[in-house]
């Protein structure tokens, strides 16, 4: 092409030689799939259990949420992804065109700016078909779009320029009728690139762009063009003054493009979407440009020129997406809907759990001390009735059972009422008493005169070393008891803790994982 063309004439010759030759994806798109397949079996393997916990244990009822929430999320993905697969897709209508979607909120102009472009369009002898949606139906009309000074878009419309480009301008994302919003959905979600559209009047609303969040973390390209870039100026027209509206300076259209580079480049760091999408910012002035005949000068100063170099670059990020689109549908599906739900719903349960353990091991602590002391305040009192039923025949074997039984008994009983949340078995050989060999009930023997001298009587039974011994038995039985079965709680709890672990540690490699298959989508050679 004449290196003396312009720019609005290398775009037209541009889109005209647009390559919609789709590149081969299928590595990726297995890739993907076999991405989610993975992590679908992973999520079943690492779900949490909870032996050694009653189901009423508030530690199994948190982890039988979480994995009730895997469950139930595995099968809305494969709902939601096969609600997208079965929906007509805009590409069944513009597959050999390239759809950017012009964004903007009322009075940005976006009704104005895409009757200009088909206006050029049609002055180089290109075809221009304007269409709507009516009813869920796309409808071709001859009709431009209503164009005026607050919002007149209502309905999802469109026109195309020449035979390879679609421009779609909305209502905005939210604002549409709601028998129009599945299929605006579906033509956003098709779109290649976007023409954030902003008014000169109050330039770079960048919440705007929260809107397009869904877009942008498809890793489509923004270019943002500031519009009715205009002011008016007073004139003397036969020796009277009267306003004209003529275009802004160019430093002020520079610092005012400045400002909404920057204002917009945080707004997508903040929304976690890379920076380089956003390209350099054009102003311009459709209105200027028409009352001045649309002359060669008119466009260049009305800031067109500037426009179509802007879109020229545009155009190979726009295809490249549009050559990769199916595996970018598929990725944001694995990004937001399967890894982000994880992320925004499980984690948090997962840091609640991780909590709510570490607090029932504390209170561990607190139970295994009641559990000893209730169990030695129940069984020390009956102690000297057990010694004086005894006591007759000495039996500190029977003594020492009895003990052993009662023991065991009470403490079964108040595990129960303390630690009833988990599932231990006491064990009944740490109840049973030990005493040393020599130590059993002791006879008070007295002497006392006889007919043939001094005999030895005994006068009753001594139960002090006995009593003595047998108290401190009971104390290491009952720690013993206490003991075993705050650990077993432990390891219950402990358990608990390294499957919740793990799974936290699966969803981070998956997430590794997706990053890696994420970067191969979109590196250089696609």
């Not at 466009?299 to 199916?326: C, H, N, Q, V, W």
């Amino acid at each position: 092409m004449k290196a003396d063309v312009s720019h609005e004439q290398r775009f037209i010759a541009e889109v005209d030689a647009f390559d919609f030759l789709a590149e081969d994806i299928d590595a990726l798109l297995h890739a993907l799939n076999d991405w989610l397949a993975k992590l679908s079996v992973d999520l079943r393997t690492d779900a949490l259990t909870c032996d050694g916990l009653h189901a009423n244990n508030p530690l199994a009822i948190q982890a039988d949420t979480i994995n009730m929430l895997l469950r139930d999320s595995v099968a809305a993905w494969m709902q939601q992804w096969s609600s997208v697969e079965a929906a007509p897709h805009l590409a069944d209508h513009f597959d050999e065109q390239a759809l950017l979607l012009v964004f903007g909120k009322f009075n940005a102009g976006k009704s104005s700016f895409c009757n200009f472009l088909a206006e050029r369009f049609a002055a180089h002898g290109r075809s221009v078909q304007y269409f709507h949606v009516d009813a869920g139906r796309v409808v071709e009309t001859s009709e431009p779009f209503t164009e005026g000074a607050t919002e007149t878009t209502s309905r999802l419309q469109g026109v195309r320029l020449g035979a390879k480009l679609v421009l779609l301008d909305t209502p905005g994302l939210h604002s549409v009728t709601p028998e129009n919003a599945a299929l605006t959905q579906r033509f956003t979600d098709s779109a290649d690139g976007v023409l954030w559209l902003t008014s000169s009047t109050s330039p770079g609303q960048v919440q705007e762009l929260d809107e397009l969040g869904r877009e942008l973390h498809r890793n489509k390209p923004l270019l943002p063009v500031v519009t009715r870039s205009d002011e008016y100026e007073e004139d003397e027209v036969d020796g009277e003054l009267v306003k004209c509206l003529c275009n802004k300076s160019a430093p002020r259209r520079l610092l005012q493009e400045h400002d909404i580079k920057v204002r917009a480049e945080d707004k997508l760091v903040a929304m976690g979407v890379d920076k380089a999408l956003l390209k350099p910012p054009v102003s311009i002035s459709a209105y200027v440009a028409r009352e001045a005949g649309q002359t060669a000068a008119a466009m260049s100063e009305a800031g067109f020129e500037r426009l179509y170099a802007a879109l020229l670059d545009i155009t190979g990020p726009a295809l490249a997406y549009k050559r990769r689109k199916r595996a970018e549908v598929l990725l944001h599906h694995l990004e937001e809907n399967v890894l982000g739900s994880l992320q925004s719903d499980v984690l948090p349960l997962l840091a609640e759990l991780g909590e709510s353990s570490q607090a029932a091991l504390v209170k561990l602590e607190q139970q295994q001390e009641q559990l000893a002391n209730a169990v030695w305040r129940g069984i020390v009192p009956t102690l000297p009735g057990l010694l004086d039923a005894h006591a007759a025949t000495h039996d500190v074997i029977g003594l020492g059972n009895a003990l052993s039984q009662s023991i065991f008994e009470l403490f079964a009983r108040e595990a129960d009422r303390l630690l009833g949340a988990y599932l231990i078995e006491p064990d009944a050989s740490l109840a049973q008493i030990k005493l040393d060999a020599d130590v059993g009930f002791d006879d008070i023997v007295v002497e006392r005169v006889g007919a043939n001298g001094p005999m030895r009587e005994v006068a009753g039974v001594d139960y002090g070393r006995l009593h003595a011994a047998l108290s401190h038995a009971i104390r290491e039985c009952v720690l013993s008891l206490a003991g075993h079965a705050a650990q077993r709680c432990r390891a219950s709890i402990a358990q608990l803790m390294k499957l919740a672990r793990r799974l936290e540690a699966s969803l981070a490699t998956h997430q590794e994982g997706l990053f890696d298959l994420k970067s191969q989508v979109r590196s250089e050679s696609f």
